[in-house]
C-alpha cells in the first residue's frame, strides 16, 4: 500500500517512525503500559511490517499474562519465526534504548493512530478514483463498497476513545440532572416539545440520543401526526429535517396549511378555495413559512445519505430534529441482503446517528397485517425485530370507538400505556384530550382501552 501510494501521489504516506519506535521500546520498559493503549491501537497502526510483529508479540505476551519486556519478546518473536524478520535482537534492543520512560505513551500511541487512519482515508480515496474510472461502473454499487469502507474505518477509529472514567461520567450525569431541575423550575420542557401534554409527560419530550418509532396502519394518521410533531418542535425553535419517501413537501405543507388555517384539507387539495379561505392563509403565511424546517422528498435515499446529510447540517446548526417517513421506504445499502438484515442496517444506523449527533430521530414505520383487526403491539412491527430492539420509544396512534389514542408500548426513560388525544376529522389538528390547545396542562390517561 505505501508502494502504491507513493507511486501514485509522488508523496510518503504519513507515518512517524521515530514515535513508533518509542512506544514499542516504552511497552518494554514498562509491561504495565500496554493496558494504556491496547484501546488506541493495533498491531495493524504501524506503518513499518517489523513494528507492526513486535507489537504483536507484545500484545499476545499480554494476553497469556506473561511479563513483557526485552527478553520475553525477543523469544517470543523467536518462537513465532519472526525475530529476523523484525530486524533481529540488535533491532529489538535498540527499541529500548531510544526511550527513557512510558510517561508519554498515550499521546503518542494516539498520534500513531491518527496517522494510521490519514493512511486508509488516502487508500480508499485512491481506490474509490480507480473504481469510478472504470467504464460501466454502477453508481450504486460504487456508494454501495464506499460506504461500507468508510463504515469499516469508522469502527477502527473507535479504537481512539479509550473510555471515560466512572468519576467523569458521574460529575457530567450531575451536572446534567442540575440543569434538567433548573429547566423544571423555569417551566423548560427536558426534550423538544411533542405538543402533546400526556406524551411530553411520558417521556420527557424528545430527548436527544433517542430513536423514536411512529407505527401505524395505513390510514391512521401517522404521516400527520409526524407533521405536528415537526410544526411544535420548530415553533420551540428547533431546526427540523425532515424526510419524506412517500409524498412530495407541497403536498405535506397542504396538510399543515389546512391544520393552521382552518380550511378544509379536501378543499385546499381540490383547488375549491374561497376568497375568505384565501384570505384566511394569507394571514398563517407569515409565521408559517418562516418554520426552521428543512424537506428532503427525494426517493431511495439510503440511510448513509441520512446520516451525511445529519452530519453537514448539524454542524451549520440547522438539525435538531430528523423525522423520516417512512422506515420500509429507506433504500438500504446492500440491495443483496434479505429484507430483515436490510431493515436491521437501516435500523441500526439510525441510531448510531441519533447517538453520534446527539440528537432525537423519529422514524415512521408501517404495521402488518395483523395489527388491522387488534389493538397494535410491538409484534406487529412489520419485517424486522431489529425495529423494536433498536427504539427507544415506540408509539402507535390508533382509533378505538371514534377515539383517538397513543400506545406508548415501550419507553426505556419512562412510563408505557395509552392515552387519548383529540384529531379532527381531516387529521391535520392535534392536541390535548379537553382543548386543542397544547399548552393545557392535561395529566395522561394511562389505561388499555378497548379496541
Same mark, same amino acid.
Given at each position: 500500500m505505501a508502494i502504491n501510494m507513493k507511486n501514485n501521489l509522488g508523496k510518503i504516506p504519513p507515518q512517524d517512525l521515530d514515535i513508533e519506535a518509542a512506544v514499542l521500546g516504552s511497552l518494554m520498559l514498562a509491561g504495565d503500559a500496554i493496558h494504556k493503549v491496547s484501546g488506541i491501537i493495533k498491531a495493524g497502526s504501524f506503518y513499518l511490517q517489523s513494528h507492526q510483529q513486535v507489537f504483536d508479540a507484545i500484545k499476545g505476551l499480554s494476553d497469556m499474562n506473561k511479563p513483557i519486556d526485552l527478553l520475553t519478546v525477543t523469544k517470543a518473536l523467536k518462537d513465532r519465526d519472526q525475530l529476523d524478520k523484525a530486524g533481529g535482537p540488535i533491532f529489538i534492543t535498540q527499541l529500548c534504548s531510544r526511550v527513557a520512560s512510558a510517561g508519554h505513551i498515550v499521546y503518542h500511541a494516539g498520534i500513531i493512530q491518527q496517522l494510521y487512519l490519514q493512511r486508509e482515508l488516502i487508500k480508499i480515496g485512491t481506490e474509490t478514483v480507480t473504481e469510478a474510472f472504470e467504464e460501466g461502473v454502477e453508481i450504486d454499487d460504487l456508494f454501495a463498497s464506499l460506504n461500507q469502507k468508510i463504515s469499516s474505518l469508522e469502527n477502527n477509529s473507535m479504537y481512539t476513545n479509550s473510555g471515560q472514567s466512572h468519576g467523569?461520567?458521574?460529575?457530567?450525569?450531575?451536572? !446534567?440532572? !442540575?440543569?434538567?431541575?433548573?429547566?423544571?423550575?423555569?417551566?423548560?420542557q427536558p426534550g423538544i416539545d411533542t405538543g402533546l401534554k400526556g406524551l411530553n409527560l411520558a417521556t420527557g419530550g424528545w430527548r436527544n440520543t433517542n430513536l423514536i418509532i411512529l407505527a401505524s396502519r395505513p390510514g391512521v394518521g401517522k404521516t400527520s401526526l409526524a407533521l405536528h410533531f415537526a410544526k411544535m418542535a420548530a415553533r420551540s425553535g428547533k431546526w427540523i429535517n425532515f424526510y419524506s419517501l412517500e409524498m412530495k413537501a407541497p403536498d405535506l405543507h397542504r396538510i399543515m396549511v389546512s391544520g393552521e388555517s382552518g380550511v378544509s384539507r379536501t378543499a385546499i387539495r381540490d383547488g375549491q378555495l374561497t376568497d375568505q379561505d384565501w384570505n384566511t392563509i394569507n394571514r398563517i403565511s407569515a409565521q408559517?413559512?418562516?418554520?426552521?424546517?428543512?424537506?428532503?422528498?427525494?426517493?431511495?435515499?439510503?440511510?448513509?445519505?441520512?446520516?451525511?446529510?445529519?452530519?453537514?447540517?448539524?454542524?451549520?446548526?440547522?438539525c435538531d430534529l430528523v423525522i423520516i417517513d417512512y422506515l420500509q421506504l429507506v433504500k438500504p445499502v446492500d440491495a443483496k441482503a434479505n429484507r430483515e438484515q436490510q431493515i436491521s442496517e437501516i435500523t441500526r444506523t439510525l441510531k448510531g446517528i441519533a447517538l453520534a449527533e446527539d440528537i432525537p430521530i423519529i422514524c415512521l414505520s408501517q404495521l402488518n397485517r395483523a395489527a388491522a383487526d387488534e389493538k397494535p403491539q410491538l409484534h406487529h412491527l412489520r419485517e424486522s425485530g431489529a425495529i423494536e430492539q433498536d427504539a427507544d420509544i415506540v408509539v402507535f396512534p390508533f382509533r378505538s370507538d371514534c377515539k383517538y389514542f397513543l400506545s406508548i408500548a415501550k419507553n426505556r426513560r419512562g412510563e408505557v400505556g395509552d392515552f387519548e388525544i383529540r384529531a379532527n376529522q381531516e387529521m391535520t389538528v392535534f392536541g390535548n384530550l379537553n382543548n386543542l390547545d397544547s399548552t393545557i396542562p392535561v395529566s395522561p390517561r394511562i389505561n388499555d382501552p378497548p379496541f
Amino acid at each position: 500500500m505505501a508502494i502504491n501510494m507513493k507511486n501514485n501521489l509522488g508523496k510518503i504516506p504519513p507515518q512517524d517512525l521515530d514515535i513508533e519506535a518509542a512506544v514499542l521500546g516504552s511497552l518494554m520498559l514498562a509491561g504495565d503500559a500496554i493496558h494504556k493503549v491496547s484501546g488506541i491501537i493495533k498491531a495493524g497502526s504501524f506503518y513499518l511490517q517489523s513494528h507492526q510483529q513486535v507489537f504483536d508479540a507484545i500484545k499476545g505476551l499480554s494476553d497469556m499474562n506473561k511479563p513483557i519486556d526485552l527478553l520475553t519478546v525477543t523469544k517470543a518473536l523467536k518462537d513465532r519465526d519472526q525475530l529476523d524478520k523484525a530486524g533481529g535482537p540488535i533491532f529489538i534492543t535498540q527499541l529500548c534504548s531510544r526511550v527513557a520512560s512510558a510517561g508519554h505513551i498515550v499521546y503518542h500511541a494516539g498520534i500513531i493512530q491518527q496517522l494510521y487512519l490519514q493512511r486508509e482515508l488516502i487508500k480508499i480515496g485512491t481506490e474509490t478514483v480507480t473504481e469510478a474510472f472504470e467504464e460501466g461502473v454502477e453508481i450504486d454499487d460504487l456508494f454501495a463498497s464506499l460506504n461500507q469502507k468508510i463504515s469499516s474505518l469508522e469502527n477502527n477509529s473507535m479504537y481512539t476513545n479509550s473510555g471515560q472514567s466512572h468519576g467523569d461520567v458521574f460529575q457530567n450525569m450531575i451536572l !446534567e440532572m !442540575e440543569q434538567d431541575c433548573i429547566n423544571h423550575a423555569n417551566g423548560i420542557q427536558p426534550g423538544i416539545d411533542t405538543g402533546l401534554k400526556g406524551l411530553n409527560l411520558a417521556t420527557g419530550g424528545w430527548r436527544n440520543t433517542n430513536l423514536i418509532i411512529l407505527a401505524s396502519r395505513p390510514g391512521v394518521g401517522k404521516t400527520s401526526l409526524a407533521l405536528h410533531f415537526a410544526k411544535m418542535a420548530a415553533r420551540s425553535g428547533k431546526w427540523i429535517n425532515f424526510y419524506s419517501l412517500e409524498m412530495k413537501a407541497p403536498d405535506l405543507h397542504r396538510i399543515m396549511v389546512s391544520g393552521e388555517s382552518g380550511v378544509s384539507r379536501t378543499a385546499i387539495r381540490d383547488g375549491q378555495l374561497t376568497d375568505q379561505d384565501w384570505n384566511t392563509i394569507n394571514r398563517i403565511s407569515a409565521q408559517f413559512e418562516k418554520l426552521p424546517i428543512l424537506w428532503y422528498d427525494t426517493a431511495g435515499l439510503t440511510s448513509s445519505r441520512i446520516r451525511y446529510n445529519t452530519i453537514r447540517n448539524r454542524k451549520a446548526g440547522r438539525c435538531d430534529l430528523v423525522i423520516i417517513d417512512y422506515l420500509q421506504l429507506v433504500k438500504p445499502v446492500d440491495a443483496k441482503a434479505n429484507r430483515e438484515q436490510q431493515i436491521s442496517e437501516i435500523t441500526r444506523t439510525l441510531k448510531g446517528i441519533a447517538l453520534a449527533e446527539d440528537i432525537p430521530i423519529i422514524c415512521l414505520s408501517q404495521l402488518n397485517r395483523a395489527a388491522a383487526d387488534e389493538k397494535p403491539q410491538l409484534h406487529h412491527l412489520r419485517e424486522s425485530g431489529a425495529i423494536e430492539q433498536d427504539a427507544d420509544i415506540v408509539v402507535f396512534p390508533f382509533r378505538s370507538d371514534c377515539k383517538y389514542f397513543l400506545s406508548i408500548a415501550k419507553n426505556r426513560r419512562g412510563e408505557v400505556g395509552d392515552f387519548e388525544i383529540r384529531a379532527n376529522q381531516e387529521m391535520t389538528v392535534f392536541g390535548n384530550l379537553n382543548n386543542l390547545d397544547s399548552t393545557i396542562p392535561v395529566s395522561p390517561r394511562i389505561n388499555d382501552p378497548p379496541f
